[in-house]
Structures are given as C-alpha cells and as structure tokens.
Antibody, heavy 116, light 109 residues
Framework: EVQLVESGGGLVQPGGSLRLSCVAS????????INWVRQAPGEGLEWVSA????????YYADSVNGRCTISRDNSKNTVYLQMNSLRAEDTAVYFC?????????WGQGTLVTVSS | QSALTQPRSVSGSPGQSVTISCTGT?????????VSWYQQHPGKAPKLIIY???KRPSGVPDRFSGSKSGNTASLTISGLQAEDEADYYC?????????FGGGTTLTVL
C-alpha cells in the first residue's frame, strides 16, 4: 500500500525556519517525483515545489523561490522541504504528493502556522 | 504561474449533471494533456478523480468525466449524488511548474 506521511509542521515566528519531512512507503521511491502542495486556511491548493526521482532536478513556485529548498534522501525514502524567512502568508497545511503527470497519492498534510 | 480559472461554486439536484470549467493558457492547459482533477472533502486530502484530461483512476465512478478544448478543460459529473458535495480542483502541468485552479465548491441541493 502506497503511503506518504508528512511531519515537521508547527508554530513558528515570522522570519523563522522549519523543515518538513515526507516519508514514503509501498513503492519504489527513487523512481517517482515528489511535490509539495499547500493549502492556506479556507483557500485553494497551491503548488509549492517539486523534485525528480533522483533528486537532480528541482522546481519552485515564485512565491517560495529563494526561501525554500526541496531535497530527498532515497536511502530513507524521505523528501524534505526546508523553509526559511517564513511569512504569515506561508501559513497552510502542507501536503506531499507523488507525481506521475498527476498526483495519484497524497499524504494527510502537516500544518504550518507562522505567527508571533 | 497564474492560477487556472474555475467558477467559485456550482450546484445541482440529485440525479442531475453539472460541468465545472477550468481555463488556463497556451502555456499550461493548452500545451499538453496532463490535466487532472481532484475532489476534496472538508478536512481531507485531495483525491484524484480524472487524469490526462479524461482518464479515470480505478475505483472512480464513470459518472465523472473530463474533456478539454483549447485552453479550457472541463469536469462533468452526471447522476449527482449527495456524496459528490465537495470542492473540486483542476490542475495542469506546465513543464517547470504545476498550476491549480482556484477550486469550485459543488453543492448538491
């Protein structure tokens, strides 16, 4: 059974940092791209970042480019999202999802709250 | 990286059909067939219901169908059921990024 489990969310002050993790199981992890998608309270889905299966290619939304870094450790079946210089508008549930021209599997999400 | 355009809300009675549109540009929806649709119930993760414009994953009822013309994709739900009440999002691949629609709330009257 394919599973994606996010962790690392929490309350952080503006300007602070967090590292989110997404642990995968049930499939050959290194052959799939993994994306982060976020959803602010009461709002729609917003694509955040993507990383290829081997980790050599990464992409970022304009809204987080320069403040976030996506990486993966295929030996641990884990994708990370390092988020720096956090702003109030980064408050959201962050989902990781498997990408194969669509998002066929999603995690349950982890809540990031940026507030003083 | 502008969001795709969807109607904020649609509604229909049980048994009826509704169609949700999703308008993008020649750089996203109009440039490839990697358009997908997701259903999201409150407090839950999104669920894939249509991929590659018009394909249904295993387990998704054939009441759900997708199409595309030019820069606009559409999701049609026929034979509406109470459990179809949810938010629906379109999504398109755009080479160096992925873009979602703003979401449409479906109300089953």
């Amino acid at each position: 059974e394919v599973q994606l489990v996010e962790s690392g969310g929490g309350l952080v002050q503006p300007g602070g940092s967090l590292r989110l993790s997404c642990v995968a199981s049930g499939f050959t992890f290194s052959t799939y791209a993994i994306n982060w998608v976020r959803q602010a309270p009461g709002e729609g889905l917003e694509w955040v970042s993507a990383i290829s299966g081997g980790g050599e290619t990464t992409y970022y939304a304009d809204s987080v480019n320069g403040r976030c870094t996506i990486s993966r450790d295929n030996s641990k079946n884990t994708v990370y999202l390092q988020m720096n210089s956090l702003r109030a508008e980064d408050t959201a549930v962050y989902f990781c999802a498997r990408w194969i021209s669509n998002y066929d599997y999603w995690g349950q999400g982890t809540l990031v709250t940026v507030s003083s | 990286q502008s969001a795709l355009t969807q109607p904020r809300s649609v509604s229909g009675s049980p048994g009826q059909s509704v169609t949700i549109s999703c308008t993008g540009t020649s750089g996203d929806v109009g440039s490839n067939n990697y358009v997908s649709w997701y259903q999201q119930h409150p407090g839950k993760a999104p669920k894939l219901i249509i991929y590659d414009v018009n394909k249904r994953p295993s387990g998704v009822p054939d009441r759900f169908s997708g199409s595309k013309s030019g820069n606009t994709a559409s999701l049609t739900i026929s034979g509406l059921q109470a459990e179809d009440e949810a938010d629906y999002y379109c999504c398109s691949y755009a080479v160096t990024y992925v873009v979602f629609g703003g979401g449409t709330t479906l109300t089953v009257l």
